[in-house]
């Protein structure tokens, strides 16, 4: 590798390097302690040393100088990991420099020329444009080619990072370099003459986690299946435990749950991935989770600023952030001020006059005439012309429609929906519920409910207790000031004066409205119009399993409440449901959706309803709505460790996670409708559209903080699951306006039993912020990550654990022994995601698959794996063997097999009888595993052995002959009668693919210790079964029995006699006659199963070769050890034509 030359004085080095080659301009150097003698004390301690000190001559064993004649300083030009590498510099420099720089007289002209020639050089070198992308590109390449040099990926292996630091071995730390790559966590250390290697696969880590020793306060712990790894001495260890959950987060999406999640289109492509771009993502991911915004919002900008902020008469210092279609501020002060300004709500964007006041100021104009200042932006100017672009963008994509009320002073300029079936005005607030609904909307679209199902039964019952009328007036009074001084649209100051006024529960009448502004819902209903009444028409009247589930869950919604006692609500649901259904077919339809969409339509008109289960099933609650639920697994995960934190008496006596999870889980399935009486319930609704899930985690602390005194004096967990489920059932809304609809879960315990304590709903949530409601989004996401991971790999153990169930009876390998070897299929597949590009047969890991087929490998991938595990091993032969093995097993041609049938194979290869394995080499050189095209079934084998001239006669130690034709006509008439006892014949073989068999079978006993007994056996039993198709030929033309046991069988597999296999395709010889009857073409001379274990059994070495007991173990060690190495010398080799053409242009 060419390097970047600087001066260095080479009387500091001496001790260090020795010179192996010099010329008149250059020096060949290698590094003490490498290469010859580098196992002596000298090497032994400058190996040390370089670790230990990370001294920049520590980056490859050998270098090149450049030395000007009469000079003491000198320039490194070059270095190289290997002698190969280095000389291949040298000889491009002999071969294009040296000669040239005998025409200079200046000897600055002479350094000049030689640095501009290797600047170029490093300009064109490939690996630069990957350095480009680092902040210091030198540095990186240097750690680029260690990194290639010490594990020997291949190229496709991409380095993302690295950095010095120290692997705890027990108590003892190894200094050395950690290098983090697209599927790797790799760790290279050399001290004292010991080399320490360690590769661990991101999809085999189980836990990812900071921690502490006794020596050290922070460690890195990496959990696998098998150990535990600490690494230390970071220089900046958050800023590498970050860079590791996302590698982590996105090689675990991408390879074991592609098809749950939606990475971002920059990170689809593994070899694009860098470390900027992986920070770019995290900083995208925290914004899009602080603002719930769309997960396809991309950040362009995060700048610090201060916002001027009206009710407070100041600046609020903070953060802008700038997306695709949103501009947010955040203040650092958490909770004190947060705006999300839509651009489609922007109407001007302006820089003011910069002064000593008002540094850099910009004015962002809203539709509802307010207007934003902010200053202290850096860079403004830029700032503001891309801001412009997106707006004007922005617009031209979804175009406003204006409306300028007269009637009502409290609404001005507001963007409203032009939807085929309404007409109301969205993002702004009345100051008290309005249900001005024309009669004609009803006409136009008479399948839409007009009204929230709520307003409809508040029409037909206006008896209401006085009381709970006058408290929600009073919360409405409430409102309306905050509103007058805060802002009503989407764009208000969102402080922590709102979160008090929704903690104490939102007004009936302005909760919808508010649901679709702290959702920010309300933007997607008025940039769609008329999508949802097209969704309902193209979705209504098809019948799917969807649909049916829907129409099965659909009086299950609500029963006691009445607006699904009649078919106005039931058909409000059914159109909603099945429309989302239509549009997200990923989700389609998934429990708890149907309660859910029961209470969004209660308080929102239909399409609303439609819009906010939008936004919480694809932005506030994501991956929850599919059928393996992983967002609500992983949160549920977070909540246990939160409850550990939070609680730890109470997760000290709860001390089986299971059992809480069984509990919790539908607290965040249906944010607590299911198992809370509805009238309390929503107003923790409320909480989760304005705070996010992080109201949920905090709501569920609350009630496990209550009841923890009644949970640590439960027995069991029965007693448990009752003590909450008699709290949450008591749980009451005293400002509630409306009758109460009675929690349909859990009635049955109020039955005959003592008075129990009604807790607040308003007290509750109250309490949930004050103890815990310190969980910032941040903290929120960071655990999300860790336990991603811990939840997928469940799953994936699961898997691993419900295969090996259904397998284990089926074959006689130690259940220790099978756990191996499905590790080594599965890395085997993962091998080919990580490396190359996906091939049309390959499918990808579908976690919705059966068990046994999430994991299924193609003919590349098991000949890779025969040949690592299989005991039958015939050298070159072997790549032959095992793509007749893998057609023997794709029984459904579809060009790929599952863990089940590999293991079945290789239980027979290791522990059949004789009898298994030889029907089983039987049934490879047979069709459909020998087929015409096999790569070797076009050059028969020419052996006098296999000669069927020479005379039947057996060699014997007394030198007498014996002729045994009487005899094997009597064998062939006993195998006949045999036949007819068997449940189902094989085809008989034709001498082509006795041949075959003959040839495997010498392949098979190389290297064998009774090699040459068993070559004199098989050279026996061939000439015996050579004579057996005779005999069996002649008694067939002769009319004798072994018609029974050669014709039959043919004509009871037509498909054979059509397979063009059974002709001999010796080129020149083959005819149309012989390819149309392959029967006579052959002679008809076969012979069968029973002919050659028969014949086999006859010589006892063979015998002896096909039952002696056979050890995995050893097979399994080597398998682990050379599975990556195996893997990248097959794709080297591949890619070595384009790899000797790449070395011959740099060359040039």
């Not at 590698?247 to 749950?257: F, G, P, S, W, Y």
């Not at 940039?527 to 028409?537: C, F, I, M, T």
């Amino acid at each position: 590798m060419w390097l970047k030359p600087e001066e260095v004085l080479l009387k500091n080095a001496l001790k260090l390097w020795v010179t192996q080659k010099s010329s008149c301009y250059f020096i060949l150097q290698r590094r003490r302690g490498h290469g010859e003698g580098g196992g002596r004390l000298t090497g032994r301690l400058v190996g040390a040393l370089d670790t230990v000190l990370d001294s920049s001559a520590r980056v490859a064993p050998f270098r090149i100088l450049l030395q000007v004649p009469g000079s003491q300083v000198y320039s490194p030009i070059a270095c190289g990991a290997t002698l190969e590498e280095i000389t291949q510099h040298w000889d491009w420099l002999e071969q294009n420099l040296l000669h040239t720089l005998s025409v200079f007289d200046n000897k600055e002209d002479i350094a000049s020329f030689v640095k501009g020639k290797i600047k170029a050089l490093i300009a064109e070198e490939t690996s630069s444009r990957l350095a480009e992308q680092e902040e210091e590109p030198e540095k990186f390449r240097e750690a680029l080619v260690k990194f290639e040099a010490r594990f020997s990926f291949p190229e496709a292996e991409k380095l993302i990072t690295y950095y010095s630091c120290c692997c705890w071995k027990g108590r003892v730390p190894r200094q050395g370099w950690l290098y983090l790559s697209i599927n790797h966590l790799c760790f290279y250390s050399f001290f004292l003459g010991k080399e320490l290697k360690i590769v661990v696969p991101w999809v085999d880590i189980q836990k990812l986690e900071k921690t502490s020793n006794i020596f050290l306060t922070a460690t890195i712990r990496i959990t696998t299946h098998s150990k535990e790894r600490d690494f230390s001495m970071f220089l900046n260890l958050e800023e590498v435990f970050k860079i590791m959950e996302q590698l982590a987060d996105v090689t675990l999406r991408r390879l074991l749950d592609n098809e749950g999640f939606d990475l971002d289109p920059d990170l689809q492509e593994p070899s694009q991935i860098t470390k900027r771009h992986l920070e770019a993502r995290a900083q995208n991911e925290f914004f899009r989770a602080f603002f719930r915004l769309p997960k396809l919002e991309k950040l362009y900008a995060a700048v610090d600023c201060a916002l001027w902020t009206p009710f407070s008469r100041c600046h609020t210092v903070g953060r802008m952030f700038a997306s695709d279609s949103y501009i947010c501020f955040a203040s650092k002060e958490d909770g004190c001020c947060n705006v999300i300004l839509p651009l489609r709500e922007v109407v001007s964007i302006e820089k003011m006059e910069d002064t000593s006041l008002l540094p850099n100021p910009i004015i962002i104009s809203i539709r509802s005439k307010m207007a934003f200042q902010f200053i202290e932006l850096k860079d403004r100017d830029d700032l503001v012309e891309n801001l412009l672009v997106r707006l004007k963008q922005v617009h031209a994509d979804h175009p406003v429609h204006y409306s300028t009320s007269q009637d009502d002073d409290m609404m001005s300029h507001v963007f409203h929906s032009t939807s085929m079936c309404s007409g109301h005005k969205f993002g702004d607030l009345k100051m008290v519920s309005s249900q001005n609904n024309e009669e004609g909307e009803e006409e136009q679209c008479p399948r839409q409910h007009p009204q929230a199902l709520r307003a409809v039964l508040q029409q037909s019952d206006s008896q209401s207790p006085d009381v709970r009328m006058s408290r929600e007036q009073i919360k409405l009074n409430l409102w309306n000031d905050h509103f007058m001084e805060y802002g009503r649209t989407v764009c208000m100051f969102r402080t922590e004066k709102i979160r008090k006024l929704v903690a104490m529960g939102i007004p009936e009448s302005l909760r919808g409205r508010l649901w679709l502004l702290f959702s920010d819902a309300v933007t997607d209903l008025a940039s769609h119009p008329g999508y949802y009444g097209n969704l309902v028409e193209e979705s209504m009247g098809k019948c799917c399993l969807v649909t049916e589930e829907i129409e099965r869950d659909l009086h299950r919604s609500l029963p006691e409440h009445p607006a699904f006692q009649n078919e106005t609500g039931i058909a409000a649901l059914r159109r909603v449901l099945t429309a989302y259904a239509h549009r997200n077919p990923k989700i389609g339809y998934c429990q708890s959706m149907n309660i859910l969409t029961s209470v969004l339509l209660l308080y929102a008109k239909e399409e609303e309803a439609f819009w906010l289960l939008v936004a919480v099933c694809e932005r506030m609650l994501p991956d929850y709505f599919n059928h393996r639920v992983i967002g609500a697994q992983v949160d549920q995960s977070v909540f246990e460790e939160l409850v550990k934190e939070q609680l730890p008496e109470l997760a000290e006596h709860l001390n089986d996670p299971s059992a809480l999870a069984s509990i919790s889980l539908s607290w965040f399935l249906t944010l607590f409708l299911s198992i809370m009486p509805l009238e309390s319930a929503v107003n923790v609704v409320d909480c989760f559209f304005y705070d996010g899930i992080k109201a949920i985690f905090q709501l569920g602390l609350a009630v496990l903080d209550a009841c923890a005194k009644d949970l640590c004096n439960s027995r069991d967990d029965g007693q448990a699951l009752m003590v909450l489920s008699r709290f949450l059932d008591h749980i009451k809304n005293e400002d509630s306006p409306g009758p109460p609809v009675g929690s349909y879960h859990h009635t049955f315990f109020s039955d005959n039993q003592e008075s129990y304590p009604v807790t607040d709903i308003a007290d509750l949530i109250r309490d949930s912020y004050e103890k815990f409601g310190d969980q910032s989004v941040e903290q929120i996401e960071h655990m999300r990550y860790r336990h991603r991971i811990r939840v997928l790999q469940g799953h994936e153990d699961t898997t691993k654990q419900n295969v090996l169930r259904v397998v284990t009876p089926e074959v006689s390998f130690l259940l220790e022994d099978l756990e191996e070897l499905y590790d080594l299929f599965k890395r085997e597949y993962m091998m080919s995601c990580y490396w190359e590009q996906p091939r049309p047969m390959v499918s990808h890991h579908d976690p919705s698959r059966p068990y046994a087929e999430q994991y299924r490998i193609d003919t590349q991938q098991f000949a890779q794996l025969f040949q690592l595990v299989s005991p039958w091993t015939c050298g070159t032969h072997t790549e032959i063997l095992a793509e007749r093995t893998f057609r023997l097993l794709d029984d459904n041609m579809d060009h790929l097999i599952e863990f089940r049938a590999f293991v079945s194979c290789l239980d027979t290869m290791y522990n059949g009888e004789m009898n298994e394995k030889i029907k089983l080499l039987y049934r490879l050189h047979i069709p459909p595993a020998l087929t015409e095209n096999d790569r070797d079934s076009q050059s028969p084998l020419k052996n006098p052995l296999l000669s069927t001239s020479r005379p039947l006669v057996f060699g014997k130690s007394n030198g007498d002959t014996t002729d045994y034709q009487k005899q094997l006509k009597q064998m062939i008439k006993d195998l006949a009668k045999e036949k007819d006892k068997t449940e189902t014949e094989l085809p008989q073989m034709s001498q082509r693919e006795f041949i075959q068999f003959c040839k495997t079978l010498y392949s098979m006993f190389r290297e064998d210790p009774e090699e040459n007994s068993l070559y004199q056996a098989i050279a026996t039993v061939t000439t015996l079964l050579l004579q057996i198709g005779e005999v069996g030929h002649r008694g067939s033309s002769s009319g004798s029995c072994s018609q029974d046991s050669g014709e039959e069988p043919r004509a009871s597999a037509p498909s054979l006699e059509q397979d063009s296999v059974f002709v001999d395709t010796d080129p020149g010889t083959a005819s149309k006659d012989a390819q149309t009857f392959p029967e006579e073409a052959e002679g008809d001379w076969t012979v069968s199963l029973e002919h050659i274990l028969a014949s086999l059994l006859t010589e006892q070495s063979l015998v002896n070769f096909f039952e002696k007991p056979l050890d995995i173990k050893s097979k399994l060690v080597n398998a682990k050890i050379n599975q990556y190495s195996l893997k990248a010398f097959e794709m080297s080799s591949q890619s070595q034509p384009e790899l000797k053409q790449d070395n011959s242009l740099l060359r040039r």
